[in-house]
Every structure is written in C-alpha cells, then in structure tokens.
C-alpha cells in the first residue's frame, strides 16, 4: 500500500502527528511561487491540503526536491495551483 493510502488507515490522532512533522519539512515557504497571502493564512503542504485560496503565478516548483515527496512517493508538483496528489489520482 502506498504511503497516500496508509495515511487514509491511520486513526486520527496517529495522522495528524504524521501531517504535522510533513507540514514542518514542507518546502513551499522557500518557493519561488510562495506568496504573501500563503504565508499570512499559514497554508502550505498543498500536496495533502489541495489548491491555495490565495492567487498564484505558477514558477519553479520545489515539490521535486522535497523531503515529502519521497516520503510520501508523490508523483506531481504545483499542488498549490492543481490540487492535491490525491486529487491528481483522482483519489
Ligand atoms: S506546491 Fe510547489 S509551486 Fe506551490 S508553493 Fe509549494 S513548492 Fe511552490
Ligand atoms: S511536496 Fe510540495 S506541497 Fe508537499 S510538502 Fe513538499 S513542498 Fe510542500
């Protein structure tokens, strides 16, 4: 089972723990794409929450290179602007 899935297993409490420490490695303040807006509503880890509410100019990507990706075996990029990985497998 992949690790999207096994996430969707877990109890509760044993997930937000898990989301929490992705949430802290998550490279998106540090994207060329990360905006203001982003920061001041505190969103980040778009490949779990989905699409930002803010607008966005699509630029560069860090998805590839982040710790959650491999961890998680996430296979696109731009969750901020496209949706979350489970969305892009139709999850
Ligand atoms: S999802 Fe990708 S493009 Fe969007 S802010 Fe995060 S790293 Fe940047
Ligand atoms: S893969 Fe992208 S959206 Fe997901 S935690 Fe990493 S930088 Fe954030």
């Known amino acids: 089972m992949e690790m999207v899935q096994k996430l969707d297993a877990m109890a ?9 420490k992705y949430r ?13 807006c982003m920061k001041k509503k505190e969103e980040k880890l778009f490949c ?10 699509k630029k560069a990507c ?3 290179n982040c710790p959650v ?4 075996a996430l296979k696109f990029g731009y969750y901020c ?3 979350s990985e489970k969305q892009h497998r139709n999850m």
Do not use: F
């Open 81 to 83: 602007a496209s949706g």
């Open 48 to 57: 779990s929450t989905g699409k930002t509410s803010c607008s966005i100019m």
């Open 12 to 20: 509760p409490e044993v997930r937000a723990k898990v989301m929490e």
């Open 62 to 64: 860090l998805c590839p």
């Open 24 to 36: 802290a490695l998550c490279t998106c303040p540090v994207c060329p794409a990360y905006t203001h």
């Open 69 to 72: 990706t491999s961890m998680m």
